[in-house]
């Protein structure tokens, strides 16, 4: 049996039993029947700020990026507000049909699922090193996380490029000298693999910190009683934490999982600002493609074709999540 | 319903947007005294950072004629400025008067974000130089003012060349100056790291001057079809590349395969005794504040770069030009700002702190001040970029950097270059 | 005692359970856990190198003379400390003015989001309403919206609405743009609280959102307190936005006024250092006021109850 199951909220009960429990007791001065209205608006009360600040800010931008996507917005009709012509699906045709679009999507899907498998995995292990370790060492390497975290990522960016410069970064004179490799003057960037490590370890640092810290607030959530009496039952290590620990951060743990892969999926500014604000082609994610398309190529229109195919290849992660989310609404 | 309101709200600005963009003409007749508008303009930052007492010389000048208009300049920053631009523009708070890259210029004028504006109104226009002036032409129409100039030289370590070849004088022509190389070469060549000349591999304004060099162009204008077409595969084009790859090949000794924002880092660091870069890269190298090394002071000179043939070498001429935005409603006055700022005696200014004014007559003095020989005398053979519709979106997808990596790596410079030609051939035409 | 030195760290004792009672076990498995420590705090400390080098190597290119931040004979320790690169961080103009943009823009946009998260959170993980769905949908639909490419579309909409060059524009932005994340954040421990506590509050004469504020906030301090940590570093480091919707200089923010350093001449490394790291303190200092917070979490009383 699980944590979560025994701890699980059960809305529509909790509710009943509230109007039950309100109808027994109303309380002083308030008539039951409007009680019960304003038991039925007060959640919509409660999303209300959200959805209207929401609303305000992305629904008519996304709106006009749909309707960019038809049309044909160059920077003459942008600036001088010269009515777009109407394209149809030319836009989308012309991306999907273009060979460089699908090796563009492959190359950042890789390197999404790479960096999201490794910062999840790394940022899980320290998150429950940090519930096991001393309260002095956990300070230490939260501070750590906070501060490199709190880098910006343009200086964080830069940190990384000296690192591994060919000429006189720090990772090349330690394989030199220490490690008997002649790297004196070696590129890691002629090689977009070795390239993409390095920017995956920009990312995969970057990250780390908020998953990191995110999931040991999750753990703490998890009741140490729980754990010690399943273990005491003999559940091992993995027992533990697949029937313990699993289901009480399982939420919080899908969400950020989720956002990494939309952020990975994203990517921009790592591997801009280290290819020295010009990635050459073998660099080109779709964060890159799309903005290249839009800002240098003067077609806002495609870049906002982009954005849309972009948002529609992420719903495929986003259905999954929806689908878990809505399932425990189910069962709720 | 919500959504529906706000996209009325939204379709409403627009109209807004819309109506704002006819000039008034109303208000050029009044007495300087009456207006009251604010003026926006968006210098970039190294105004602030280099010259800013003119900045302010001039907005004092501008106040005492027009007491009642507010002068706002806000400095804006190399990296992300054309975003700011782009997206300012699509809005209502957008400047009067915008600082652009001499190699920007056209995709704001093609697209119609620039004011005209009438040459005769500023200036030594007259003599503007060529390079800058032709940035901001169009079918005949001027559309933006000439600011300031730059040029390529050459920058060397006068030490190690005394040390090296007993001279600290880089010589004229280029095969004394690889006889020099040679020499440096053999003295400091001990550092593995050390190259007697830091020319990197994907310095394409180098590659293009030694083009430039043998009479080749990146394309040219066929006046009977109307349209441009590239030219690097050309036996001209080809010999420059070839050469210019040589060099790289033969006198840098760090990654070749880099571009050229390192060189005054490797400059300050003593592992190079000479560069081709921009005059004022010689400051960068014993400038503390540009991660220089002060010990270098008064050890670095620069001078004309030896070109083959026994000719200097052809520099690329950038800059910068100030333009007016053709929406806006204060146009006259940003025309007067500009003409205040581009004066010949806010030029002076420049001038003296060694940046190349923008016309030719006051860079003739220029010329015999040693500080500034170097720079003024490589303007007139200067080459420039095609001035065609689609440049800008070749020099964003780095055709010709990709071109002379792959030189580096082993591809023969005729299969490179028909490779970029192609590329060019594709762009150059299609308005960006 | 005993337990731990004969069998130290064996779960096969355990499992087989030969004659000791729960008591004992219990305390072997602590005694365990503290061996064990050890163990941990090497890891732990492993890993804080990894993740700290990068940020002393920040720290200490920002007291290194200039040249040799990039020098070809890279040193863990400067050959000299100079406080040179502080003092042009601290003279490049507009500093202080940008210190008060991102301190108004970032608090209230952090402030408000944690209020607006946690009220819908509550909502939409207590309650179940028609729409919930929906709600929950646009929350996840929102991060899906490539932020570079919705640059114009969501200038336009600022525009419109009379937000540049104001703080609120940004605020307002950021404040939505962090908000998904913190209401499912959240979200995730209101639903990890047993409703009961509340009921029982409200059997006690508080109204259902009496009960919430009284009883379940407080259980969501390690929630909270990550989610305004998220909120507060996403808002304080972002550059783009806040570099295109601001206009006055007196107005740029932080990160903003950071881009300074970088110029058509290049970049001034060790003040752009010198400076991040001091943009870095109000952000460590945050986390320093907030980090307790996250370590209380639930406690054995809350589930028990």
């Keep these: 049996m699980s944590a979560a199951d025994m701890k699980a909220a059960d809305p529509p009960v909790t509710v009943a039993r509230v109007t039950e429990g309100s109808g027994a007791q109303p309380p002083r001065g308030v008539p039951r029947r409007p009680r019960r209205t304003a038991g039925a608006l007060l959640p919509y009360l409660l999303i209300a700020p959200a959805f209207v600040a929401i609303a305000a800010v992305f629904a008519w931008p996304l709106v006009k990026t749909v309707i960019m996507s038809f049309q044909d917005v160059g920077r003459r009709e942008l600036w001088t507000g010269e009515a777009a012509p109407w394209v149809g699906f030319e836009q989308f045709t012309n991306i999907l049909g273009d060979g460089e679009f699908w090796s563009v999507v492959w190359r950042t899907v890789i390197f999404m699922v790479v960096c999201v498998v490794a910062t999840m995995a790394i940022g899980l292990g320290i998150a429950m090193l940090m519930q096991r370790m001393d309260t002095w060492v956990r300070l230490l390497l939260t501070a750590a996380l906070i501060a490199a975290w709190s880098m910006p990522l343009l200086v964080a960016t830069s940190i990384f490029r000296w690192f591994a410069d060919s000429d006189y970064g720090v990772l090349n004179m330690v394989l030199s000298k220490y490690l008997g490799v002649d790297a004196q003057g070696h590129n890691w960037f002629l090689d977009p693999v070795q390239g993409f490590v390095i920017i995956g370890a920009v990312v995969v640092w970057g990250a780390v910190p908020f998953v990191s810290v995110t999931l040991y607030a999750a753990l703490t959530q998890v009741p140490r009683e729980l754990e010690e009496a399943a273990a005491l039952d003999g559940a091992g290590v993995a027992g533990v934490f697949r029937y313990v620990t699993w289901p009480v951060i399982k939420p919080v743990f899908q969400m950020v999982a989720t956002l990494s892969v939309l952020w990975d999926f994203n990517v921009f500014g790592q591997i801009f600002l280290i290819r020295g604000n010009k990635p050459e082609p073998e660099y080109t994610v779709l964060g890159i493609y799309s903005f290249e398309k839009a800002f240098e190529s003067n077609s806002f229109s495609q870049g906002a074709a982009i954005s849309l195919i972009t948002v529609l290849l992420l719903s495929g992660v986003a259905v999954y999540y929806l689908r878990q989310l809505l399932k425990i609404g189910e069962v709720e | ?432 | 005692m005993s337990a731990s030195t004969t069998q130290a760290g064996s779960r096969a004792t355990d499992r087989t359970g030969s004659g000791t009672g729960p008591e004992d076990r219990a305390q072997v498995l602590r005694q365990d856990r503290k061996k064990n420590r050890i163990g941990y705090n090497i890891a732990g400390l492993a890993v804080f190198v990894v993740m700290a080098f990068p940020v002393y190597w920040l720290i200490i290119s920002s007291l290194r003379p200039n040249h040799e931040i990039r020098s070809y004979d890279q040193t863990l320790w400067p050959s000299s400390l100079t406080f040179d690169n502080f003092q042009r961080a601290v003279n490049q103009p507009n500093f202080g003015t940008a210190i008060q943009s991102s301190l108004i823009i970032c608090g209230v946009a952090v402030l408000g989001g944690m209020l607006l998260a946690t009220i819908a959170a509550f909502a939409i993980a207590r309650f179940r309403f028609r729409g919930r769905k929906f709600f929950m949908i646009v929350l996840l639909a929102v991060q899906l919206l490539p932020p570079t490419a919705m640059l114009i579309p969501i200038y336009i909409q600022l525009n419109d609405l009379g937000g540049l060059n104001e703080y609120w524009g940004v605020i307002v932005i950021y404040l939505v743009s962090t908000l998904p994340f913190a209401t499912w954040m959240i979200r995730g421990f209101v639903i990890n609280i047993p409703p009961e506590l509340e009921e029982s509050a409200m059997v006690d004469g508080c109204s259902r959102m009496g009960a919430f504020w009284r009883v379940t906030f407080p259980l969501l301090a390690p929630g909270l307190a990550a989610a305004a940590i998220f909120s507060l570093i996403t808002a304080w480091n972002e550059y783009l936005l806040a570099y295109v919707v601001l206009q006055d200089n007196d107005k740029y923010t932080l990160n903003v006024w950071l881009m300074n350093f970088t110029t058509s001449r290049g970049i001034d490394y060790g003040a752009l250092m010198a400076a991040s790291t001091l943009i870095a303190i109000p952000v460590v200092a945050f986390f320093l006021l907030v980090q307790k917070y996250m370590a209380t979490g639930l406690t054995s009383g809350a589930v028990k109850g």
């Design chain 2, 1 to 432: 319903m919500k959504r529906k309101l706000i996209a009325t709200v939204g379709v409403a600005g627009m109209m807004v947007g819309i109506a704002a963009c006819g000039s008034d003409d109303s208000t050029a007749s009044k007495d300087p005294k009456d207006r009251k508008e604010t003026l926006t303009v968006w210098l970039m930052s190294d105004a602030q950072s280099t010259w800013p007492e003119l900045v302010k010389d001039v907005n004092d000048q501008f106040k005492a004629k027009y007491p009642n208009v507010t002068v706002k300049v806000q400095y804006q920053q190399w990296a992300d400025k054309a975003k700011k631009l782009d997206a300012a523009l699509a809005g209502d708070k957008y400047p009067d008067v915008v600082e652009l890259g001499n190699t920007e210029t056209m995709t704001y004028i093609l697209n119609g974000a620039l004011g005209e504006i009438d040459p005769a109104k500023y200036e030594n226009s007259d003599t503007w130089i060529k390079g800058l002036k032709d940035t901001c032409a169009f079918e005949g129409k001027q559309f933006c003012v000439p600011y300031y100039a730059g040029a390529r030289v050459a920058i060397y370590n006068k030490d190690m060349f005394k040390a090296a070849t007993g001279s600290d004088v880089l010589p004229t022509t280029e095969a004394d100056l690889t006889k020099a190389l040679d020499k440096v070469g053999a003295k400091y060549g001990k550092d593995k790291a050390f190259s007697p000349l830091y020319l990197p591999g994907r310095y394409w304004y180098a590659a293009m001057s030694y083009v430039a060099a043998y009479g080749g162009k990146v394309a040219t204008y066929d006046e009977t079809a109307k349209e441009w077409k590239a030219s690097l595969s050309t036996p001209e084009a080809q010999k420059g590349i070839q050469h210019f790859v040589d060099l790289v090949n033969k006198y840098n000794h760090g990654d070749k395969t880099k571009d050229e924002a390192d060189h005054a880092n490797v400059m300050a660091n003593e592992k190079t005794a000479l560069l081709y870069g921009n005059g004022w890269e010689a400051g960068s190298v014993v400038d503390s504040a540009a991660n220089g090394n002060p010990k270098l002071k008064d050890k670095i000179g620069t001078a004309g770069m030896p070109g083959p043939d026994g000719k200097a070498l052809p520099s690329f001429i950038g800059g910068s030009d100030l333009a007016t935005i053709s929406k806006s409603k204060v146009q006259d006055l940003g025309e007067e700002w500009i003409a205040a700022f581009t004066s010949a005696k806010s030029q002076e200014v420049l001038a003296s702190k060694n940046i190349l004014p923008n016309n030719t007559k006051q860079l003739e003095p220029l010329k015999a001040k040693p500080e500034t020989a170097p720079i003024a005398n490589a303007v007139p053979d200067a080459w420039f970029t095609p001035i065609a519709p689609g440049w800008t979106a070749i020099e964003k997808k780095e055709t010709l950097e990709v071109m002379l990596l792959d030189i580096i790596k082993g591809k023969s410079v005729a299969e490179a270059t028909k490779a970029a030609d192609a590329e060019i051939d594709q762009l150059i035409n299609e308005e960006s």
